[in-house]
């Protein structure tokens, strides 16, 4: 027997487990690491962040057999990641009779497959909840890449990466790229593998085999100092400047009214406790989105993308 469910599911991230359940208004896991809210309004839309992933329509599931609630889940759509915590043998069986789900590496750029994602998890023998549509398109929110051991100075690339691959876009030869906070050159190297022209801006200098690539130039300065009008017109403008959210917030809102660009990725980073006011504020911007990646840590990242 099926029976939707009214509320929203969130998998927790277990390192930052008291931050949602702040977001949330509730003190412990429904269930294992997951957390169901019945009243989604009390938290207002969009305003939940510390996740993994959100099951955004979940439903619970009875059934006599692994086979049969296998079936079930076929019958709805094609791709389901577990979420285990109990019944864990009965759970490996029933993911063995669902399509494989490869959760190798991927190699950057990569285009995330528009078909859905579903979770799903097992309460008992004979139960589970599950929801056919996610937040995130990564099974259970996680994506790994193929990573490179010897070109950048530091794995930041690997924030920037899968923040692009959930954007489904990313620069291309000859546009032109602010990334604030370079040093020592993660991001800016990534970017530079893709063709773009990138102004790198901070007080301390890039590795110098950063520098040396093409389409390179380092600022020395204050990226918070500069106005938009002086670096001019940007495809993209990019930042992991580690500062307090609320002056992110009005250097962004200087370049969103200067209209100079139009696609933007930060890391939102926190000090100390999170800071719930601002992060609401970016996720207000329109065509904006705040998450917290895979390879996030005590920080979230807002993507914007036209």
């Not at 990641?81 to 993911?95: I, K, N, S, W, Y």
């Not at 051991?149 to 690339?157: M, T």
């Not at 773009?196 to 093409?214: E, Y």
């Not at 890391?267 to 006011?277: N, S």
């Amino acid at each position: 027997m099926l029976t939707p469910l009214t509320g929203q599911v969130y998998e927790g991230l277990p390192a930052f487990a008291d931050h949602l359940q702040a977001e949330l208004g509730i003190d412990t896991a429904s269930w294992g690491p997951l957390y169901y809210l019945e009243d989604t309004a009390s938290i207002g839309q969009g305003s939940c962040f510390w996740n993994q992933n959100i099951w955004l329509a979940p439903f619970q599931l009875t059934f006599g057999s692994i086979t049969e609630a296998a079936a079930a889940l076929r019958d709805i759509q094609r791709n389901w990641a577990p979420t285990l915590f109990t019944q864990f043998r009965r759970g490996a069986l029933m993911q063995s009779q669902l399509p494989f789900l490869s959760a190798k590496p991927r190699p950057f750029p990569w285009s995330v497959p528009h078909t859905p994602v579903g979770a799903w998890t097992l309460l008992d023998a004979h139960t589970l909840i599950a929801s056919a549509h996610c937040s995130s398109p990564f099974p259970r929110g996680v994506i790994t890449f193929e990573e490179d051991k010897e070109g950048p100075p530091s794995r930041a690339y690997l924030k920037l990466w899968e923040a692009l691959v959930r954007l489904r876009k990313w620069p291309g030869p000859g546009d032109r790229c602010l990334d604030a906070g370079a040093s020592p050159g993660g991001w800016t190297w990534a970017l530079a593998r893709l063709g773009a022209k990138v102004s790198a801006v901070d007080r301390a200098p890039l590795a110098d085999r950063i520098l040396a690539m093409p389409g390179v130039r380092w600022i020395r300065h204050d990226a918070f100092t500069l106005k938009p009008e002086d670096l001019g017109p940007l495809e993209w403008l990019f930042c992991d400047v580690i500062c307090y959210p609320p002056r992110l917030y009005e250097w962004i809102q200087r370049w969103l009214d200067s209209g100079l660009c139009s696609n933007f990725i930060c890391t939102i980073k926190m000090q100390g406790k999170p800071d719930f006011e601002t992060t609401r504020r970016f996720a207000a911007i329109p065509g904006s989105q705040v998450v917290h990646l895979y390879h996030n840590k005590h920080e979230l990242t807002w993507i914007r993308g036209v």
